[in-house]
């Protein structure tokens, strides 16, 4: 009796243990072949068995296995499935296809997204189903618009790797988005078809831009923009400089469509209904009420998530949110741990790959601390004074979400915001009560053309809490660096808070105990002391005034991901102005642990290579090595002692150089990805590869 009445309150745990399958494919270093996976299906199967038929007390531990080893084979499937043709080479020439997506890229220029995508000389076999564009120069001629079929002059390459070992693995992203290649353009986009009527599978995305168009012609500037992100989910329109004011001030989470909006729009249409319905006594007296409302409210975040499109923040929250309603249409409390694990689960089956995002874990973090923060405060709330008990309410749950996702924002994007539950409490209550409602009734009575007044009331709260934003974002202190912590720090830390929240009696203990283990390795962290691109522009030597970059300008995102991962606020001009490196801008020169350091860029580097390549030195090449200078072998995190070893057979001639370094050229580079260096207790260097770190999976091995 105890035990079925314990399994009960064990649903909980389903989520749980099909992360913890999913988890550890995405941390293999070698893809499973097929022997794997049908060893651990016959393991599956034999769980299974033993959940359903064997013995009452190996049940629970069979039904977790077998979540378990699910979990593992649904993100292999998954995995598979998704497959798509990766531009295997750098690509410059015509690239035609339809626009099925528009924002803005890391260097605020208009990026496109396309897809049915055709390329010179490039057979339809390997063609990626989805390219990415980014638009730089001049173009003004063609303004994206969903559906068009366009051609323009580009430059494609394959999804880069990680930008240092360890770090996000934009491969393996741009593998679960269908992306094949990436790149940019600076000549102008040309239209080759106008928007089929006919085209469903743009519907939704026209409709968005329309919609979009219209808020932003009636509210002016970033307000309208802010606006229309809001309402429809298009933040194309929104600047750098308002996306980094409202990262600052903790208030990035309004502008993506999460649960939050969903969570206000719902909640807003739900109690508009139930209450305006229960004024009629006609239809309060005979019909049910409560449900009616639920119906309306379920439609309501239905249509809202198809206007914003298929982000995967807008579709989590969807599901968390129709989860709850559906609640309430089967008379089951709507908000509880257990209609949140609901939600999780159906999030995980359809798309494992979520479980490593951020979004996920920070959604169904701060979700799960209101739940559990909901019960205390029904507590003590009676000893509020009525007046002050609103206020109360939003700073404990503001409370409970900020500490549960702090941790996972800092280890994700190296940032804490000092002041955030100060915008939250100005902000979000402006959210709920006015800008979200308002949005709700402008969305209503645009049919009708009487959008006019609730949009004006909207601007009025957008403004405010942009005003917020950067008023904020301004104080002093208002950001605090976090370095990165070390690998498998955060899956520790989930583990433990997992524990601390749903296990039962000392293992709760367990689970503090575990938090604090991941606290103090986390702090305990260190960073790689030289740091190399993946493609060799730019080299990070760590010094007693932080990472010194080799070079001002370039390569930008990668700077940036390395003083970020470091816990370091400097630009990359100021890193650069740091002592470290010194020689010209085309040969770069450093020392560490007594090992010479050259990066050797621009045309004239491979004429530089026999004076680099003397006394030992570890030399970066930012171009391929000429015929007879074969780059080192790439080994597993060996020692390196600076000793030269050429794949390929060089002549007599070149081999009377005798040259002493340890090269690694574009062509090694393009192999291992970026490079990770410390000094070797045994002399020499230790070189760890991003390669060696992702490992040879699906989507860095074709």
């Not at 309150?9 to 996976?37: D, N, Q, R, T």
């Not at 807003?268 to 239809?283: E, K, N």
């Not at 940032?415 to 902000?427: C, H, I, W």
């Not at 001639?653 to 990805?673: E, H, K, N």
Request: net charge neutral.
């Amino acid at each position: 009796m105890a035990l079925s009445a314990a399994r009960r309150g064990l649903f909980v745990w389903v989520p749980v243990c099909l992360s913890s399958g999913i988890g550890p494919w995405f941390a293999l270093a070698e893809e499973p072949g097929p022997p794997v996976y049908a060893a651990l299906l016959l393991a599956l199967l034999a769980a299974l068995f033993g959940w359903l038929r064997g013995p009452e007390i190996a049940q629970i531990p069979a039904a977790a296995l077998a979540l378990m080893l699910g979990g593992f084979l649904l993100a292999g499937a998954r995995g598979h499935g998704v497959a798509e043709p990766v531009l295997p080479f750098r690509y410059y020439g015509p690239v035609e296809g339809r626009i099925v997506g528009i924002d803005r890229s890391y260097s605020d220029h208009l990026r496109v997204t396309l897809d049915r995508v055709v390329l010179r000389d490039v057979p339809p076999h390997r063609t990626p189903a989805k390219v990415r564009v980014a638009l730089h120069g001049e173009q003004g001629y063609t303004p994206p618009e969903p559906g068009l079929t366009v051609i323009l002059t580009g430059h494609l390459a394959p999804p880069e790797g990680p930008a240092l070992p360890g770090g996000f693995d934009f491969q393996r992203f741009a593998w679960f988005s269908g992306l094949g290649a990436v790149g940019y353009t600076r000549v102008p986009m040309l239209v080759l078809e106008p928007p089929a009527e006919d085209d469903w599978a743009v519907a939704a995305h026209r409709a968005r831009m329309r919609a979009s168009a219209a808020i932003q012609a009636r509210i002016e500037g970033q307000a309208g923009a802010f606006a229309a992100a809001l309402m429809t989910g298009d933040r194309s329109g929104i600047t750098s400089a308002t996306n980094d004011s409202m990262r600052a001030s903790n208030l990035f989470h309004i502008i993506s469509i999460s649960g939050l909006h969903m969570g206000m729009l719902a909640g807003f249409v739900f109690a508009t209904m139930r209450y305006g319905l229960a004024l009629v006594p006609a239809i309060a007296l005979r019909l049910p009420v409560k449900k009616l409302a639920a119906w309306v409210a379920l439609f309501a975040a239905t249509a809202y998530m198809w206007l914003a499109g298929p982000n995967v923040a807008t579709e989590r929250a969807y599901v968390m949110a129709a989860v709850m309603l559906i609640a309430v249409l089967v008379d089951r409390r709507a908000i509880s741990l257990r209609t949140l694990a609901v939600s999780a689960v159906i999030l995980l089956l359809r798309e494992p790959e979520s479980l490593t995002e951020p979004g996920f874990q920070m959604s169904f973090g701060a979700t799960a601390a209101l739940i559990l923060a909901w019960g205390p405060w029904q507590a003590v709330q009676g000893h509020v004074p009525a007046l002050l008990r609103p206020v109360a309410a939003l700073v404990v749950s503001s409370l409970a979400a900020g500490m549960t996702t702090a941790p996972i924002a800092a280890a994700h994007f190296n940032r804490m915001a000092e002041y955030g539950l100060l915008a939250n409490m100005l902000a979000v209550p402006v959210m709920g009560t006015l800008v979200m409602p308002a949005g709700v009734i402008a969305a209503v009575l645009a049919p009708l053309g009487l959008a006019g007044l609730p949009l004006w009331v909207m601007e009025i709260g957008c403004l405010w809490i942009l005003w917020v934003s950067d008023w904020v974002a301004g104080l002093d202190g208002a950001v605090v660096a976090v370095p990165s912590p070390q690998g498998g720090v955060l899956a520790l830390m989930a583990a433990g808070s997992l524990l601390a929240v749903l296990a039962r009696g000392p293992p709760r203990w367990g689970g503090v105990a575990v938090l604090a283990l991941s606290a103090l390795l986390w702090a305990g962290s260190s960073r790689p002391p030289l740091l190399v691109s993946s493609d060799g522009a730019l080299l990070g030597l760590m010094g007693p005034e932080g990472r010194a970059l080799s070079h001002p300008r370039g390569a930008g995102y990668v700077a940036d991901s390395w003083l970020e991962d470091d816990g370091d606020m400097a630009l990359q001009d100021q890193a650069a102005a740091r002592p470290g490196f010194t020689g010209p801008k085309g040969a770069r020169e450093a020392v560490l642990a007594g090992v010479p350091i050259r990066q050797l860029t621009g045309k004239a580097a491979p004429e530089a290579l026999p004076g680099a390549c003397t006394g030992g030195a570890l030399v970066i090449l930012a171009g391929d090595a000429p015929e007879g200078w074969g780059a080192g072998r790439v080994g597993s995190g060996e020692a390196r002692n600076a000793q030269p070893v050429s794949q390929d057979a060089p002549s007599p001639a070149l081999r009377s150089q005798a040259p002493d370094c340890d090269l690694w050229d574009r062509r090694r580079l393009r192999r291992t990805g970026s490079l990770a260096i410390w000094p070797d207790p045994a002399g020499g260097l230790r070189i760890v590869t991003a390669r060696e770190v992702s490992g040879n999976r699906l989507w860095n091995s074709r």
